[in-house]
Structures are given as C-alpha cells and as structure tokens.
C-alpha cells in the first residue's frame, strides 16, 4: 500500500507516519509513504526520520493543482492532515485559512479523483460544531463555527462531502477533540504552558480559565485516522473523542503541578474573541463501526508528555524561538510571536 500524506511533517501528522513506518498498525510494516509538507513554522522535517527506505519527503504547498497531480499517481490513498490550525492565528489573518484549509482541500480532492486515487481521509475538527453547553455532538449536529478557523474547516469538509455525492470520490471525514502529545508546536496550550513553566515564567489562561475542552492523546487519534482509512465508509463523518473533559484552568494547575512550579504561575488575561465556552463529542459511531477506543488515559498521558518536553529541550527552543533555541529577554514579545498576540495560547 502506498499512502500519501499531507502535512505529514506536523505535529498529528508526523505522528501518524512515523507509527506507519514502525509498522505500529496492522498491516502497515510494508506501508510506502509520500509525504508533503511545506514546511511552514508549524512543519518540521525534523518532526519525522532523515531517511528511511519507505519515506519519500517532498516539501511543496498542498495548494499546488500540478504537484498534486504530478506526485499523486500510484497512491492507494491520501490522508489530509494539511491545515492551519491555530484559532488565534485565524483572527489576525483568515485569508491564509481560507487559502489553505478549504482551497487546499479542494486541490487534494480534486487531484485524487483526477489522478485516480481510489481512497482518500480528510482530517477537521471538533470546532465545526461550534460549542456545546450540554450533552455532545454527534455527526450529524449542525456545523455552526465560530471562529475564521473552524469556519474554514466546515467550509472544507463541505468541499469533500460534495466530491463524494458529485463524483462518487471515496472520501471519509475525522473530527477530532483536541489534540496533546509530544512534537506538539508550542503555540498551543499544553506545550505552551508546560515550556513557559519550565524555563520559569508565568502561563497566560484565557478569561477565567472555565472553558472545557476533550482532551485527546495524538497516538489514539492517529490509530483511530487509520481505522477510518481501512474501515471507514464513503461519505461519512466519524467523530473521534475520548470522553476526557476538563476545564482549561484545571489542565493548566496540573500542568504547574507537574513542572514543579507554583501556582502564582498562573497569569490571568483578556478572554480571547469569540472564544467557544464548552466542546464534547459523541463517538458513539466510530467505536460501534470500527472497535476504535481511545487507549491513553489523559493524566498518564498528560505526564508522559511533560515528560518528552522536559527530555528534548533543543526541539522545543528551535520551534518555540527560531533555529538557534534562544530565548526573547522580552516574555511578552516572545509570546506575541508565538501566538500572534498576548495571552493568546490554544484551540
């Protein structure tokens, strides 16, 4: 089987490859990879192996109709990690979203059905939905985003439901809760919080800290991304979730407990625009279809993950403050950099 990738040097995407390459999936130990990734500062080639004999690497941009249709020949499938993702980014600059996220999409899709592709994944997102103050979403909840971010990413899975209704593409469709684990940029909250409190700052939490979120590990989202690959049927959306909700405050004092830090660390900030209260996800299908449930519990998760950032100082320097590792003298202008303005941190 030959599977590309896109995107496939960031944080779930590289992820997902280096397990392909390990043969951490069944029937994947013979499993060639084509990766594209444009390297853009939330890809790194460092993210997957320097070489391998099942690895192809080709940094191009995903928006590209000719490179698409030049690598694409020869796939089995394509799974399209690709994105921008960062909510705060979106509210400072939505065109680059708009760009890659739906127009993106739109040149994968269109190259796989043009090039014969016969299978393809499109990875989105929980914040299609909106947010949620009870219960929790299942597939077919109405998608109200809320931020340019999320209304890219429902504007993108439009765009691949209607190339499997049009042209009978065999297209699947992943939303996922929020993703943690090692590689993860640190402009999001764990490894922002978790960085910041180990080089001594303060962490920056949004309002008062009462949003909820689900907390999902990267290794079960990617093993469940594969079972919609091999499994998942043709049009259909699969939620992905892990049933492991908590408040960001209380994510962020487990954090400060966890690097060893006080909670005077802890430095409340302007609420962020539009900032969704509550996200939940019913996955009641994708464990019932395809036997997937997620294997990492968030607190040994969570500690593994501190632990990776603790180990691997140089990775997280270099994406954090530039190829040299060294750090800003001003904490507030490194975060303006980080996360395109104060206080701004995560999903």
């Known amino acids: 089987m030959r599977i590309m990738v896109t995107g496939g040097a960031g944080f779930i995407g590289s992820h997902y490859v280096r397990t392909l390459l390990l043969g951490g999936y069944p029937g994947s130990d013979s499993v060639s990879v084509t990766v594209l990734d444009n390297l853009t500062y939330a890809g790194n080639r460092a993210n997957l192996p320097p070489s391998h004999p099942r690895l192809d690497f080709v940094r191009g941009d995903v928006c590209d109709p000719s490179l698409l249709r030049e690598l694409l020949p020869g796939h089995d499938a394509v799974v399209h990690f690709a994105a921008e993702s960062h909510v705060d980014r979106s509210l400072v600059s939505a065109g680059e979203f708009i760009r890659t996220n739906v127009g993106g999409t739109h040149a994968v899709l269109d190259a796989a059905l043009a090039t014969g592709v ?56 992943t939303r996922c809760s929020n993703n943690y684990g090692p590689y993860q940029h640190p402009e999001k909250l764990i490894p922002l919080f978790v960085t910041h409190l180990l080089e001594g700052r303060t962490v920056p939490l949004y309002g008062t800290g009462d949003n909820r979120r689900e907390w999902l590990h990267v290794d079960d989202h990617c093993r469940a991304v594969h079972r919609v690959l091999l499994g998942g049927r043709a049009g259909e959306v699969y939620n992905i979730g892990s049933g492991s909700e908590y408040s960001n405050l209380s994510v962020t004092e487990r954090l400060v407990e966890l690097c060893d830090a006080d909670r005077s660390a802890i430095r409340y900030v302007t609420d962020r625009k539009g900032h969704d209260r509550r996200y939940a996800l019913d996955d009641t299908k994708i464990r019932e279809e395809l036997g997937y449930a997620p294997a990492i519990s968030f607190v040994d998760g969570l500690a593994d993950t501190v632990d990776w950032y603790r180990s691997n100082p140089a990775w997280w320097k270099a994406a954090k403050y530039g190829t040299d590792g060294e750090q800003s003298t001003d904490g507030n202008a490194a975060d303006a950099r980080i996360a395109g303005h104060e206080g701004a941190w995560a999903r």
């Open 118 to 173: 016969p299978r393809a994944v499109h990875i989105s997102t929980d914040e299609v939905y909106g947010s949620i103050d009870h219960g929790s979403w299942t597939e077919e909840s109405p998608l109200l985003p809320n931020s340019p971010y999320a209304a890219s990413k429902a504007a993108a899975d439009l765009v691949a439901r209607s190339y499997f209704r049009t042209y009978g593409l065999d297209v699947s469709i």
